[in-house]
């Protein structure tokens, strides 16, 4: 199963770019790569998810590099609304679960 | 866009007792439905995967017995805390997923927080 790894805390200035890493260097050629955030005490939020190419939404955009093994999480602006623990998921191939890692814990202040 | 209810918010029981909580996919039918668990300051853990009129698929290390799923229909699904103890006191969260187009993804209840007295 491909397995994700991402720094456990970040901070970001409010109004900031904030890039949020995620390796997972044993992803398979079929595997997504889902983002989910969670705010204290609610379930998780879908934010976006891509197979290889970028994507962009109103929420983040995407990388995935070329080779698949990592990719990178872009909220354009951040706002303090935007502190929760972020989780990097890469689908299972063949099945329907996420698995959720540890995640990235993002802390914006003003 | 999909909309998933799970109900109640919060529940307090005494041990020994039985839960249960529901999981509905209020605007799309769903096809599969997962079941998480969530301690203090750790990550989601997957329970179990459920299908429509099948039974569910645990996790390994997840007590089938204990924690009774019904998927009875494609806009619902049911986990029942059997027999609870003070260390089922946890966050339980659901998740569906629906067939197609923007129903495809995965959408996710708000929650329950179990506390077992």
């Known amino acids: 199963d491909a397995k994700t790894t991402q720094p456990p805390s970040m901070d970001c200035a409010e109004g900031r770019a904030a890039n949020l890493p995620c390796n997972h260097s044993?992803?398979?050629?079929?595997?997504?790569v889902y983002w989910y955030r969670q705010i204290h005490s609610q379930g998780p939020q879908y934010i976006i998810h891509?197979?290889?190419n970028n994507e962009t939404n109103e929420m983040a955009s995407l990388i995935i590099t070329e080779d698949r093994k990592s990719s990178t999480l872009i909220l354009p602006h951040a706002t303090l609304r935007d502190t929760a623990v972020y989780y990097c998921?890469?689908?299972?191939?063949?099945?329907?679960?996420?698995?959720f890692g540890t995640g990235t814990r993002l802390q914006v202040f003003p | 866009g999909a909309v998933v209810s799970q109900h109640p918010s919060r529940v307090i029981c005494k041990s020994g007792t039985s839960v249960k909580i529901e999981c509905r996919s209020l605007?799309?039918?769903?096809?599969?439905m997962f079941w998480y668990r969530q301690f203090p300051k750790q990550s989601l853990m997957l329970m179990a995967t459920?299908?429509?009129?099948?039974?569910?698929?645990?996790e390994q290390g997840v007590e089938k017995d204990k924690f009774l799923i019904n998927h009875a229909s494609l806009t619902l699904s049911t986990l029942t805390v059997t027999s609870a103890h003070p260390e089922d006191s946890s966050f339980y969260i659901c998740?569906?997923?629906?067939?197609?187009?923007?129903?495809?993804?995965?959408?996710f209840g708000s929650g329950t927080r179990l506390t077992v007295v």
């Open positions: 998740s569906a997923r629906g067939r197609t187009g923007a129903n495809y993804g995965y959408t």
């Open positions: 459920s299908n429509e009129g099948s039974k569910a698929t645990y």
């Open positions: 044993t992803i398979s050629g079929n595997e997504y």
């Open positions: 605007d799309f039918q769903a096809t599969t």
């Open positions: 891509g197979l290889k």
């Open positions: 998921i890469v689908r299972i191939l063949n099945t329907d679960k996420l698995i």
